[in-house]
């Protein structure tokens, strides 16, 4: 009989012990089972033959053992199953309550509610246009100024950042993705809001003043809040997103294709305009479009400076107000059953809009994910 | 060559812009850090950390929001935390190649970005209704709802990124499947769900927008669970848009503490999975 160098004991009593404690390693957290303990004692003090009695115990007790670690086993993938189809259960749920919640609206407004301007707590008359022009103004405004912007930095990050600068930069960008909406909202009402209104705003009004439409967009007086500086925050709320996701999607380029077009002499910019981006396309699509939802659905930091009027302007710096704005300035105030479904139906339209925008999102960075991984 | 001047001249441009934008990006990150602790360092002091929630006009500190804040936020990663790391495992463990486990994903992506303020209301309709009064128990709800989809998604990728050959090796030892997953792939990945945890945390406590219909607020010392409760995102959203320079100053401070706790947490994380990668 060989054994392991430098060992001990008989083989047979090493492998029964090794046995022996891997058992117990694995009943003594889980299991207080004094049988096996004992038997883990018995096997030390015993030789190599148990009695007859002593091996049928031990037979049982390793079933019973087994059994309780197959219980364990399925009653795991059970719970993890479970916990899985909650996840499922939570969307679902969320739109149930939203449809439940917003049936009285339904039953007062029918489709009316979306193309009425109207938004009378006194007389119980909502409308849902106004929240709806200004979520989507204001996000439109978020894109012009995070998407180039984005872009700019992803083509920085990849193509053209010295390698060191290259970590603490999109750590830095990321860091901006994760700094709480309120932030943005109090630095966007006592820091951002005056500026526009001191420097930027009076600048647009006099400027534009004789231009046919844009006189139109920039009319009124600067308030500071309003449509353009929500919009503005919005853009610098999204840009992380829009950044980081971009940049992913350009490492995904084999970088034998970008050498190729190096190759055939093609300067850096040559390179991005006509291998990183037709390449990537779709996941950059992708890209914006979560930024897009995330503009959407930001409640914080456009409540603090949209300025919460309820009507539809053409121009872009007078106050305005949102979805989420509404929602969250006047639920808590709310009276009366029509007023609260309304709101909430104002929360279902919300939902409605962010779900299907983020859906096509995730389908096309589904689609580039499939691309890089095949 | 005017060919190759032009071509030139278009890549230096370029160039010039991406630089540009990167420093408009990092630009806003100095100019908010700088706004935040500029204002916010004026009114540090140990009052804000030992007294209550002032009265209009009055002087006070924040400390029954900051304990709402972290009483709620530990309530709702305790709750959502694991399950989301049930999920996870699910979907990476025993459900790889399932199309319940594509389905969830596609679903939980999109939970991931929703709109808090929905969720708020989600849980509004779910308990705060039915209840028939604001409580701090529904808030923490919000919050672990919030967490699920986020732990959810970093455990399930860093339990893809266990080998598979060392869960062969485990299940030819013998060991059961969930013994597999235990004692093997969660100690493998650790520190990733470690991280997981950390930015759910990060996430959880500057939310505002569902705390604002569900814990509500409350001025006082409060650690009853059944009624509403202050947290410091709803705070400073009440008191920023007061007209009382106390309040504001104490928005601004308590501003401060929130971006403060969740840089702190987010680096802590990314150390973190970095090491991981590094190794």
């Known amino acids: 009989m060989r054994r392991p160098p430098g060992f001990p004991f008989p083989l047979g009593e090493w492998r029964r012990a090794a046995g022996l404690r891997m058992e117990m390693a694995l009943t003594e957290q889980t299991f207080e089972d004094p049988g096996v303990d004992n038997l883990a004692k018995e096997a030390h003090v015993s030789d190599i033959a148990l009695s007859g009695e002593r091996a049928k115990s031990a037979e049982i007790d390793r079933r019973q053992v087994l059994g309780k670690l197959g219980l364990f086993d399925r009653l795991f993938h059970k719970l993890t199953l479970s916990a899985a189809v909650l996840v499922l259960l ?15 609206a339904i039953r007062a407004f029918g489709f009316g509610f979306l193309a009425s301007q ?56 990321e860091l901006l993705a994760g700094i709480p909406s309120i932030i943005y909202g109090i630095w966007g009402l006592f820091v951002l809001a005056p500026f526009l209104q001191q420097y930027v705003q009076p600048a647009l009004i006099s400027t534009f003043a004789d231009t ?53 002499g093609c300067t850096t910019w040559e390179v991005v305009r006509h291998v990183v981006i037709p390449y990537t396309r779709v996941g950059v699509i992708g890209g914006v479009m979560l930024g897009l939802g ?15 009027a309820h009507k539809i302007s053409g121009s872009l710096i007078a106050p305005g107000t949102t979805i989420s704005a509404t929602i969250a300035n006047e639920f808590t105030e709310a009276v009366g059953d029509v007023y609260t479904s309304s709101l909430i139906e104002l929360g279902l339209i919300l939902f409605v809009i962010t779900f299907v925008v983020l859906a096509c999102a995730r389908l096309l960075l589904m689609r580039i994910e499939q691309k890089a991984g095949a | 060559m005017s060919l190759y001047g032009s071509r030139r001249r278009a890549n230096i441009l370029a160039a010039a812009l991406c630089w540009a934008a990167a420093i408009f990006g990092l630009s806003w990150l100095v100019m908010i850090l700088g706004a935040l602790v500029y204002e916010g360092a004026k009114g ?29 936020s530990v309530i709702g990663v305790a709750v959502g935390a694991p399950l989301g790391m049930l999920a996870g ?87 059961p499947r969930s013994y597999v997953i235990q004692r ?44 509403p409760m202050a947290s410091l995102p709803v705070v400073i959203f009440q008191f920023a848009l007061s007209p009382y320079k106390d309040w504001q100053q104490l928005a601004w401070t308590g501003a401060l503490l929130v971006t403060v706790t969740v840089l702190v947490l987010s680096i802590a994380a990314r150390t973190l999975s970095r090491q991981r990668t590094s190794k």
């Open chain 1, 294 to 308: 995330r503009a959407l659905g930001e409640t914080m930091a456009v409540t603090f400076v949209i300025g919460n």
């Open chain 2, 184 to 227: 093997v792939a969660y100690r493998a990945a650790k520190s990733g769900l470690v991280t997981g945890v950390l930015l759910a945390v990060a996430r959880v406590s500057g939310e505002t927008a569902p705390l604002l219909f569900t814990s509500l607020n409350n001025q006082f010392w409060s650690l009853d669970l059944n009624a």
């Open chain 1, 212 to 264: 046919p439409v844009l006189s139109t967009l920039f009319a009124g007086p600067p308030y500071g809040i309003g449509v353009l500086t929500a919009g503005l925050i919005l853009g610098v709320m999204v840009l992380p997103f829009v950044a980081s996701i971009s940049r992913d999607v350009f490492e995904t380029v084999p970088p034998v294709l970008k050498e190729a077009a190096s190759g055939i």
């Open chain 1, 118 to 173: 109207s938004w009378n707590p006194v007389t119980d008359n909502f409308g849902a246009m106004a929240p709806i022009y200004g979520t989507v103004t204001t996000s439109l405004i978020a894109m012009l100024v995070a998407v180039p912007v984005g872009l700019g930095v992803a083509v920085f990050l990849t193509e053209l950042c010295p390698p060191p600068l290259r970590r603490p930069i999109g750590m830095a960008i």
């Open chain 2, 89 to 175: 495992t699910y979907m990476a463990e025993y459900g790889r190649y399932s199309r319940l486990t594509v389905a969830i994903r596609f679903i939980n992506d999109i939970l991931l970005s929703a709109p808090s303020i929905v969720i708020g209301l989600f849980v509004y309709e779910l308990m705060v209704a039915r209840m028939g009064h604001f409580s701090a128990i529904s808030g923490s709800v919000a919050l672990a709802i919030l967490v699920i989809p986020v732990v959810l998604r970093t455990t399930e990728d860093m339990l893809l990124l266990v080998p598979g050959s060392l869960r062969e090796a485990a299940t030819a030892l013998g060991l």
């Open chain 1, 90 to 104: 939570l969307l679902g749920g969320v739109i149930v309550s939203l449809i439940q919640g917003s049936l009285p």
């Open chain 2, 44 to 72: 540090l002091s140990p009052d804000v950390f030992t007294q209550m929630t002032p009265p209009p006009g009055g002087a006070g500190g924040l400390l029954n929001a900051m304990a709402g804040s972290l009483i709620m």
